[in-house]
């Protein structure tokens, strides 16, 4: 059993910004991939950002140059900072990892989301 438990989402005006932090507990031999998704009103889920066990980073188009993505790989937490925000960023944030709970099972796991909202 692996639990994501996300935090930092909140409501912030445009050109502000926000530092979302999601941490992984529970059986974890060890943790692959870790990223964040989002989800506004009426659309898909997206991707925004991934990071690999590695360090390499993948960003969506409509947030490179301004979102970073960074990981803890010693507290099992995985960031996302948000700079420059714009009122399109507005979504419900949802963190995924890929989680091996033994040296051969490997899970996706997602946390229960965090709603980020961009507004004057």
């Known amino acids: 059993q692996v639990q994501l438990v996300e935090s930092g989402g909140g409501l912030v005006q445009p050109g502000g910004s926000l530092r979302l932090s999601c941490a992984a507990s529970g059986s974890i031999f060890g943790i692959y991939a870790m990223g964040w998704y989002r989800q506004a009103p009426g659309k898909q889920r997206e991707l925004v950002a991934v990071?690999?066990?590695?360090?390499?980073?993948n960003f969506a188009d409509s947030v490179k140059g301004r979102f970073t993505i960074s990981r803890d790989n010693a507290k099992n937490t995985v960031y996302l900072q948000m700079n420059s925000l714009k009122s399109e960023d507005t979504a419900v944030y949802y963190c995924?990892?890929?989680?091996?709970?033994?040296?051969?099972?490997?899970?996706?796991?997602w946390g229960q989301g965090t709603q980020v909202t961009v507004s004057s």
């Open positions: 995924h990892a890929d989680v091996a709970t033994d040296s051969v099972h490997i899970f996706g796991s």
């Open positions: 990071i690999t066990s590695g360090g390499s980073t």
